[in-house]
């Protein structure tokens, strides 16, 4: 995200004739991301999509035909990034833009995503820039209504390649993919160009995905497998309940070698440990949620019962409660990843469409990383 943040620089930048599209930030606060520091009373030119030059206030000249905006005693940074969403309503890409997050990965994609994502980019409908799988790829049974469920390799192959036509960013894998179709969906992907993200299918295991090529991994899905031991007495299994609460009984010495092997391979990680937080809440904390303000920007459908979601319901209240003893060895695994080297993206996949950003930012400050 600091890409963009020029130099300051001593002299002006000559911007030849004076152009109409041209925004001056006056006065503004600029915050830096790539250090802790925040340069005071700057003045930004943007030229259409482009920041054309940063510096002190006192030496800017802004052409006479360009928008001013007073922006003293406030704070310019980049757009966030979430990682990973799911838009389920075109109403969710204003909350996004109003919190301040400019680009979203959508893990579950469908033709209005397709639809959207290209009315953002043609400049005709306000949101942020979209990059989007296609519909999950899951095996038999799948997960949840909805997924493509492929059984033979050949059918990974024709997927991929409909996907890849119908113009989708990235294939998204889920947990009951055969080890055949996994494979072969790898390949062509990696054939069409086009990267693989997504849960580690129980078939298919942590090292080989680490190994194969997926591009990145949700929920730090696999490790859990990898990190209780045989004689602990909650053993990760199918069930989200099952791995949920086998984070409390990880061999914590176990944390190194899979942190060099992740960085290793070069997968990143996406932890979405504010879902935790959110969604496996203990009950008395789900109840006060339940009644937060922001509700009411997200729509009828932001709030729901936790009873009619299928793959929570075989979590009892104490369950819930029990999940969130393994919340700090999860936060104490994403920092030995980022140690180790192991690359790391923020995203929440939360129904709090833009506004939970801010929590699983907070979660990575909790685990030892710097604001």
Not at 13 to 30: E, K, M, N, S
Not at 143 to 151: A, C, E, N, T
Request: hydrophobic share 45%.
């Amino acid at each position: 995200m600091n890409g963009w943040l020029l130099p300051v620089l001593p002299v002006l930048l000559q911007f030849g004739r004076p152009d109409a599209r041209l925004t001056a930030f006056v006065g503004v606060h600029v915050v830096r991301t790539d250090t802790a520091a925040i340069l005071a009373n700057q003045t930004v030119l943007v030229d259409g999509d482009r920041i054309r030059w940063v510096g002190p206030a006192r030496q800017a000249s802004i052409p006479a035909t360009a928008r001013r905006i007073d922006a003293r005693g406030r704070y310019l940074l980049p757009g966030f990034a979430d990682m990973h969403v799911h838009l389920g309503d075109r109403r969710d890409l204003l909350t996004y833009i109003a919190n301040g997050i400019t680009t979203v990965r959508v893990m579950s994609g469908s033709p209005a995503v397709l639809a959207w994502r290209d009315s953002v980019r043609a400049g005709e409908l306000t949101g942020p820039r979209i990059i989007t799988a296609g519909p999950i790829l899951d095996g038999d049974p799948p997960s949840q209504p909805g997924m493509v469920v492929l059984r033979e390799a050949r059918e990974g192959r024709d997927e991929v390649e409909r996907q890849v036509r119908a113009g989708y960013d990235f294939i998204k894998v889920y947990n009951s993919l055969p080890r055949a179709v996994y494979d072969t969906i790898l390949a062509a992907a990696r054939r069409a160009g086009v990267p693989v993200a997504g849960h580690v299918p129980f078939a298919v295991g942590l090292f080989n995905a680490l190994r194969g090529g997926q591009r990145s991994i949700e929920h730090l899905r696999g490790y859990i497998s990898e990190l209780v031991p045989s004689d602990a007495p909650v053993q990760p299994q199918a069930s989200l309940k099952s791995r949920s609460l086998a984070w409390a009984y990880v061999d914590t010495s176990r944390f190194d070698r899979l942190a060099r092997e992740t960085a290793a391979s070069g997968v990143w990680n996406v932890p979405t440990l504010a879902v935790t937080q959110e969604l496996l809440a203990p009950p008395e904390r789900w109840d006060a949620m339940d009644r937060r303000g922001v509700y009411r920007y997200l729509g009828p459908d932001a709030t729901f019962d936790r009873a009619t979601v299928p793959w929570l319901r075989d979590f009892a209240p104490d369950d819930y409660r029990q999940v969130q003893l393994g919340v700090e060895f999860q936060r104490q695994f994403v920092l030995r990843l980022h140690r180790a080297g192991a690359p790391l993206l923020a995203g929440t996949d939360t129904n709090l469409q833009g506004y939970a950003l801010f929590d699983e930012l907070q979660q990575f400050v909790a685990a030892g990383f710097t604001p």
